[in-house]
């Protein structure tokens, strides 16, 4: 078992006292990207940017050609794009 986050970013170790991430922690970050056209883009960008460390959300809008994440601190924008990319899609830069 590799984490011991559960989805809704409570701590399952046990131990008492422990905080999970902050709303307030987190910062929001939209970048535009161009050639998805379909669920499959949606999936594909979803996953390739979701497994990056500090991301909590990705949300991919094909007709806008938006991806807007969500991390737990400053976005690292390379490695964002490097992700995209390695999906198969081209990242045009922040929205």
């Not at 809704?8 to 050639?35: F, I």
């Not at 960008?45 to 938006?66: E, H, N, Q, Y």
């Amino acid at each position: 078992m590799g984490s011991c986050c559960t989805p809704d970013h409570s701590c399952s170790s046990g131990a008492d006292g422990a905080t999970p991430v902050a709303v307030a922690d987190t910062v929001t970050t939209a970048y535009t990207v161009s050639g998805m056209s379909c669920g499959h883009c949606k999936a594909a960008i979803t996953a390739a940017v979701g497994a990056l460390p500090g991301v909590v959300s990705v949300d991919v809008d094909v007709d806008g050609g938006l991806v807007t994440v969500t991390t737990g601190g400053a976005p690292d924008d390379a490695a964002i794009a490097a992700a995209v990319e390695d999906a198969g899609y081209e990242p045009t830069g922040r929205a």
